[in-house]
């Protein structure tokens, strides 16, 4: 299972990098995928990226301030988080996807690590 790493306390309007760490017989060839979760809330998509870094995709609410990022050679998958809000506080999970593309839906993913606790303050 792939471990994130990186999360901390940030004020609002600061910066994050997550790092997730994937085992390259499990990853190399798929998707992988950000997802976060706050207390009280269901899991949710942030991002997603193909095999290949390729075909990215982002939620509505984190579009144009988070990027998502991989390096194959290192089997690290990566999340940059800028102008961080309050509504980001979440623990957030990476997670290697059944294929080879990244997708939007939990249950498209197979593999999940430990999450890492981002939270901003106002």
């Known amino acids: 299972a792939a471990a994130a790493s990186g999360g901390g306390l940030v004020q609002a309007g600061g910066s994050l990098k997550l790092s997730c760490s994937a085992s390259r017989r499990t990853s190399s060839n798929n998707g992988m995928g950000w997802f976060r979760q706050a207390p009280g809330n269901e899991r949710e998509f942030v991002a997603s990226?193909?095999?290949?870094?390729?075909?990215?995709y982002y939620s509505e609410s984190v579009k144009g301030r988070f990027t998502i990022s991989r390096d194959r050679a290192k089997d690290t998958l990566y999340l940059q988080m800028n102008n961080l809000k309050p509504e980001d506080t979440a623990v957030y999970y990476c997670?290697?996807?059944?294929?080879?593309?990244?997708?939007?839906?939990?249950?498209?993913?197979?593999?999940w690590g430990q999450g890492t606790l981002v939270t901003v303050s106002s």
């Open positions: 997670a290697t996807n059944r294929g080879a593309i990244g997708t939007t839906t939990a249950s498209s993913y197979q593999y």
């Open positions: 990226i193909g095999w290949n870094g390729s075909n990215k």
